[in-house]
């Protein structure tokens, strides 16, 4: 069987984009988060050099220090018109995670895409053994599992080189549920992270973003650019292509992150992939723009 199935070969050949991420110590550290209500899985991945981040905490612990005051995130949902300092640090928290070296990427994946392939490749993990699990897991909670992991190893195989090492955090508690599931899950990614690779990666390790220091702050920006994705594709649905979106109706918050995503120049790179399945069967990933103006 094939390790990649039909529906994510096609988000991986829309990804030829990306290019090896420079790093000065050979290290990547990803942060994860997602959305799954609506029409759309969201997958929010950043990939960035670890040495790139040293600026980036320094920044981190001066909006804690004087903007929240407290050890709390800029998280999407907080983001309400209560939440004064919250709504204060996402401007800083925006501008910080721009100078970061690396790529966001946000995958939103229709419903209906990963259906017939989930349960293919779900089977295939229990009656074949090629990844054996230790730990009792519903339908739910695997075929998310494996999703974030195809999609991860995609991405991480676009954007190292031989021999990088990987660190990933996860904000995961939605996934890993009862004790010993985040192993399983860490031996998920690494299977196919190390498969899907065409160059041998070095260590490769996975972690819940709040057992690090600044891990909920480093995925709290998949966080917010899954958030105004969300926004952003509630009328996907209902249009032809291309989409165009009355940002005047959606949250502020919203608008205001779009207008962050669509700044150039910067050392982070953003994309936008949207994975269709078309009425003959065929499927399509392609590249949106996430701004104001698309």
């Known amino acids: 069987m094939e390790v990649v199935p039909a529906a994510f070969r096609a988000i991986h050949e829309s990804l030829t984009t990306l290019s090896p991420i420079q790093s000065e110590r050979n290290k990547l550290l990803v942060g994860w988060d997602s959305r799954d209500d609506g029409d759309f899985h969201l997958d929010g991945f950043l990939c960035v050099d670890e040495h790139s981040t040293i600026e980036w905490i320094a920044a981190q612990n001066l909006i804690h220090e004087r903007i929240l ?7 999407y949902s907080e983001l309400r018109p209560s939440a004064v300092r919250t709504q204060q640090a996402l401007a800083p928290t925006l501008e910080s995670a721009g100078n970061l ?3 966001l990427v946000v995958v939103a994946t229709d419903k209906a895409y990963l259906r017939e392939d989930g349960i293919i490749l779900r089977k295939s993990i229990s009656n074949e053994d090629w990844i054996k699990l230790t730990h009792t897991w519903t339908e ?3 075929d998310r599992a494996l999703r974030i992991s195809i999609l991860h190893s995609i991405i ?3 954007v190292s080189s031989q021999g990088t090492n990987i660190d990933t955090l996860l904000d995961e508690d939605e996934i890993v549920q009862k004790e010993g599931q985040g192993k399983d899950l860490a031996k998920i990614m690494d299977f196919f992270i190390q498969q899907v690779s065409p160059h041998k990666l070095g260590t490769c390790r996975v972690t819940r973003d709040k057992h690090e220091p600044h891990g909920k702050d480093f995925t709290t920006i998949a966080d917010l650019a899954v958030g105004a994705t969300f926004e952003y594709l509630k009328e996907v649905k209902s249009q032809a292509w291309p989409i165009k979106i009355d ?9 205001f992150i779009a207008d962050w995503w669509k700044v150039d120049g910067q050392p982070l790179q953003k994309i936008l992939l949207l994975a269709n399945r078309e009425e003959s ?3 399509t990933a392609q590249q949106l723009k996430l701004s104001p103006s698309a």
């Open 69 to 75: 005051r407290d050890s709390r995130t800029v998280k």
């Open 101 to 103: 070296k690396g790529v």
């Open 281 to 283: 069967g065929s499927y």
């Open 140 to 142: 739910n909670q695997l």
């Open 156 to 158: 991480c195989s676009r």
């Open 247 to 255: 940002w005047a109706t959606r949250p502020q918050k919203s608008k």
